[in-house]
Structures are given as C-alpha cells and as structure tokens.
C-alpha cells in the first residue's frame, strides 16, 4: 500500500517536474526586447544587473539563430558595480522542447583580472500574445536557475541567470 502511493507521488512530480519548463518549440522570427541577469555564486546571489539592457533574438535559421546582447553592468554584493562585456558569437539552438540553448563569453571587467567565463545556459522561451518570455532553467539541478561557465581563463566560477522578454 506504502509503495503504491510512493509510486503515484513519484508519478505526479515526474509529470510536474516536465511541465515547469512549458516553453514554445519551433519560434521563428527576430524578436528584440531587455534582459537582466543575476550572477550566482555557490547559490549566493553575487550580483544583479543595475538595470535592464537590449537583446536581439534572431531565429530565422531552422532551429539555430543568433542573439545580439548590449553590454551592461552589474552591482556586486560587495557594494560596487561592475561593467561586462558579452564577447564574441551569441548563438542560440532549438532544444524541441520549448527550451533553447544560449551559448556566448561572458567577461566582468576590471574583476578578479577581468575573466573570461563561457556559458551554455538553457532558456525557457515561451510565446505569449505580447512577444516572448524568456527564464533560465536549471539544467545542472543544483537550485540555482542558470548553469555554471564550462570553462574560464580565472578561476571563479560563476552562474548566470537570464530573465527578459520581447515584444
């Protein structure tokens, strides 16, 4: 009895788990609009964007596009901003499961000898009748919405979570 219920709880969160991440397969189009971000840490929020900057989406390649992104700056929890720089190709690929993959160089400036951290976040993008709605997921499951860089010139790993919208 114990283990029937186990199972149908099990059930119900496996299904409840795949529907949080609702987004929109298939988007076409180039969509432009503001993100902000916010900069974690060992599931600390280390900083937070000051305010909101511009990107260009662009999905007009069958499943694979580019993302244009304004450089910004962040306010540190250590009571200061920092300037980024976002460098290099920003690509973005069609995962067919309402999420996409963002993949760009991430780099503070002037921070911990301004590191070179490059990312591979996953989005949840989801059409709404006012343009897109745009969350990082947490594909590393660690409680943390973002993933953190693969790979860095320093050694301070961080995670980015991205949240925005377009119209």
Do not use: C
């Amino acid at each position: 009895m114990n283990l029937k219920k186990l199972v149908r709880a099990g059930t119900l969160l496996a299904i409840l788990g795949t529907s949080l991440y609702a987004g929109t397969p298939g988007i076409t189009g180039i969509h432009s609009g503001t993100y902000d971000l916010k900069a974690y840490r060992f599931g600390i929020n280390y900083a937070t964007t000051v305010s909101s900057y511009n990107w260009v989406i662009d999905f007009t390649n069958n499943g694979e596009g580019t993302v244009k992104l304004t450089d910004g700056q962040v306010h540190a929890i250590l009571g200061f901003n920092v300037d980024y720089k976002l460098l290099g190709d920003k690509t973005i690929t069609d995962n067919n499961d309402g999420t996409y993959t963002l993949r760009y160089k991430f780099q503070p400036q002037g921070f911990f000898s301004s590191p070179i951290f490059t990312f591979e976040t996953v989005l949840d993008i989801t059409e709404t009748p006012t343009g897109l709605s745009i969350t990082s997921v947490d594909s590393d499951n660690n409680g943390t919405p973002g993933a953190k860089s693969i790979s860095t010139t320093g050694s301070f790993p961080i995670e980015l979570n991205w949240f925005g919208s377009t119209n």
